[in-house]
């Protein structure tokens, strides 16, 4: 048995794990959850770890942290929506950190489906006779997996199967579609792009702007007039048959269908995020769908299988998985 450090920082909340890797599988030890505003720099974010999860990171056989945000050399980074930057090549020394990497989040949002997050996730759109990637054969994998995940901000990334020596191999990939321009459609959604580009002072809005809670915000003051938090707009619009709903789940419906054209994952697109999973409503709606399915005469978008992890500690189990990886521990049966 191997112990293995995860951690997932994100802008609003960073999560440290604990796991051990056997060849039965990970096993999730123990988890903890701080404010990403209470973290100064890399060492105080490892030192979080120890402290959280009464371990030394000296005893770990690799650690993996996933950042929202871009990186840069498999140990720096630095956060999309908070002024924090990760540079661990410098405080592994101090920590006794033998093994370490960081990935984009969405890297370890993507292998998270190799593991029981996958097998556990819910069937929204499409096939939903696939087998979860983890258990596909070589000749069952030969398309991509792809993973979209909205809160603070907006993640995506995806695993390329690679086949060889009759096994199949998953190569994570990071991605930052959700900066590209959002595509909005007719007279009513233009007059909200334009309400929402002088509210948020924006050239051009990106998905990043319009399906996060900073996007659900403007989206409720332009439908209702009233300014709340990306929390109380969610427990107020998210809801019923209110206008926020219909429109929020069109405009996530679009953007998964944007990445699935992108990606060609007919191997499954995986849905993450605070937002889909404190607000399941979205997915659930008609108007998600509809957004869906915005380029039926290619019959693309219908032949992939569109599902919602049901855990909260999804980009933890992905990288614990990469971790295990880092130290050479199989965790396969």
């Known amino acids: 048995m191997s112990m293995l ?30 404010p990403t505003a209470d973290l100064q720099d890399s060492g105080a974010i490892l030192e979080q770890w120890e ?15 996933g950042v929202a945000g871009p990186v840069q050399d498999g ?23 033998r093994r370490a ?31 979860c990637p983890a258990h596909r054969s070589p000749r069952e994998a030969l398309a991509p997996v792809a993973v979209l995940g909205a809160g603070t901000g907006l993640g995506s990334g995806w695993l390329v199967p690679q086949t060889g020596s009759g096994q199949l191999r998953w190569l994570p990939l990071p991605s930052e579609a ?6 909005f459609l007719g007279r009513e959604e233009e007059d909200f792009a334009a309400f929402a580009r002088e509210r948020l002072g924006r050239p051009f809005l990106r998905p990043d702007d319009v399906v996060t809670g900073r996007g659900l915000v403007v989206l409720h003051k332009f439908l209702t007039g009233r300014e709340l938090s990306p929390a109380a707009a969610a ?17 996530l ?32 709606h008609p108007s998600f769908r509809e957004g869906f399915y915005m380029a039926s005469e290619l019959g693309v978008l219908e032949r992939i299988p569109v599902r919602r992890y049901a855990e909260a500690y999804s980009g933890l189990w992905g990288a614990a998985w990469l971790g295990a990886g880092l130290a050479g521990v199989s965790t396969e049966g």
């Not at 944007?258 to 659930?284: D, I, K, Q």
């Open 235 to 251: 427990a107020e619009g998210l809801v019923g048959d209110q206008p926020t709903l219909c429109w929020y789940a069109r405009f």
């Open 178 to 183: 959700g900066h590209q321009a959002f595509a």
């Open 75 to 97: 140990l720096r980074a630095r956060l999309s929506n908070a002024p924090l930057q990760i540079d661990l090549k410098a405080v592994m020394p101090h920590f006794g950190l």
């Open 5 to 34: 450090a995860a951690i997932d920082l994100g802008g609003t909340h960073c999560r440290f794990a604990r796991f051990t890797a056997t060849p039965r599988g990970l096993a999730l030890d123990a988890v903890e959850t701080c």
């Open 101 to 131: 990497r960081v990935v984009n989040d969405f890297v370890c949002e993507a292998c998270a489906c190799l593991t029981r997050v996958g097998e556990r996730s819910r069937h929204l759109l499409g096939p939903a006779d696939l087998p």
């Open 253 to 284: 419906g679009r953007t998964c269908a944007h990445w699935g054209l992108a990606t060609l994952c007919y191997s499954g697109l995986f849905l993450t995020g605070g937002m889909l999973l404190r607000n399941p409503a979205v997915t659930e």
């Open 51 to 65: 402290n959280c999860l009464h371990t030394p990171l000296s005893q770990v056989a690799a650690l993996v942290m």
